[in-house]
């Protein structure tokens, strides 16, 4: 017999996200946090300009949102 055994659901959670980098010359560090009431993006390199790789930019996804700015 099994049994589950469901925790109280905490209202109070927190999701963490972490993105250092794409490739070896894209160096772009982020973290981020994010509640049921707030979202916070941290760029700790945020002087440097966000880079676009190319595989990223000639993508169709990419380009369908490019067209609709």
Request: include cysteine; charged fraction near 20%; hydrophobic fraction near 40%.
């Amino acid at each position: 017999m099994c049994c589950v055994f469901l925790e109280p659901v905490n209202e109070d959670r927190s999701v963490y996200g972490s993105h250092s980098l794409h490739e070896v010359t894209m160096y772009y560090p982020m973290r981020a946090v994010r509640t049921k009431r707030y979202k916070l993006i941290h760029n700790l390199n945020y002087r440097t300009p966000f880079p676009i790789d190319q595989d990223f930019y000639l993508s169709p996804t990419f380009q369908v949102w490019f067209l609709l700015l």
